[in-house]
T-cell receptor, first 112, second 113 residues
Framework: DGGITQSPKYLFRKEGQNVTLSCEQN?????MYWYRQDPGQGLRLIYY???????QKGDIAEGYSVSREKKESFPLTVTSAQKNPTAFYLC???????????FGQGTRLTVV | DQQVKQNSPSLSVQEGRISILNCDYT??????FLWYKKYPAEGPTFLIS?????DKNEDGRFTVFLNKSAKHLSLHIVPSQPGDSAVYFC????????????FGKGTRLSVIA
């Protein structure tokens, strides 16, 4: 089944712990993106990658890290340096020449 | 500074009537505009788009209008249905280089039966 898989759907972590969110795609898309959604804030870009082994910071990269070792995978690590990590995290992909991005189902991270 | 603005956080419309959602942008380099629909706890789904070389694009009940001189676009839904109730995000991009989409804050549409 083609698409974008984010796992897990719900994640709980204690304050001060790092946590990694998974995003896998089998659409053969080159570009992958991480967005964060907070109430009333829309979707804000955290990091993006246009090719394997390369990525760029988005608007709110502080406290996050990513890697792009494989075309299919773009994991996001929320570090203890992120001051307000509780949010809904969305992964998206886009192919070369594709004008729209396709989203996964999201991961809700709650830090207690 | 917000490059894509949706100034109405919410909108209520009666079933069968027209819903009009508005979006303004400030970056004149944007050349492609999109609307996404989002239900709670789900990822956004692509709805309709328009290139800057056009001023209108229609797909069934959904029509997007672009006014480049005003840097304004709108989404019209006719007729509105209860299943249209969701949050609608306006997004824009510069198509060269596969740059990321820039999103507005969204408008929550409620269609009342």
């Amino acid at each position: 089944d083609g698409g974008i898989t984010q796992s897990p759907k719900y994640l709980f972590r204690k304050e001060g712990q790092n946590v990694t969110l998974s995003c896998e795609q089998n659409l053969n898309h080159d570009a992958m993106y991480w967005y964060r959604q907070d109430p009333g804030q829309g979707l804000r870009l955290i990091y993006y990658s246009q090719i394997v082994n390369d990525f760029q910071k988005g608007d709110i990269a502080e406290g996050y890290s990513v890697s792009r070792e494989k075309k299919e995978s773009f994991p996001l690590t929320v570090t203890s340096a992120q001051k307000n990590p509780t949010a809904f995290y969305l992964c998206a992909t886009a192919g070369v020449g594709n004008t729209e991005a396709f989203f996964g189902q999201g991961t809700r991270l709650t830090v207690v | 500074d917000q490059q894509v603005k949706q100034n109405s956080p919410s909108l209520s419309v009666q079933e069968g009537r027209i819903s009009i959602l508005n979006c303004d942008y400030t970056n004149s380099m944007f050349d492609y505009f999109l609307w996404y629909k989002k239900y709670p706890a789900e990822g956004p789904t692509f709805l309709i788009s328009i290139s800057s070389i056009k001023d209108k694009n229609e797909d069934g009940r959904f029509t997007v209008f672009l006014n480049k001189s005003a840097k304004h676009l709108s989404l019209h839904i006719v007729p509105s249905q209860p299943g249209d109730s969701a949050v609608y995000f306006c997004a824009a991009r510069v198509t060269s280089g596969n740059t990321p989409l820039v999103f507005g804050k969204g408008t929550r549409l409620s269609v009342i039966a």
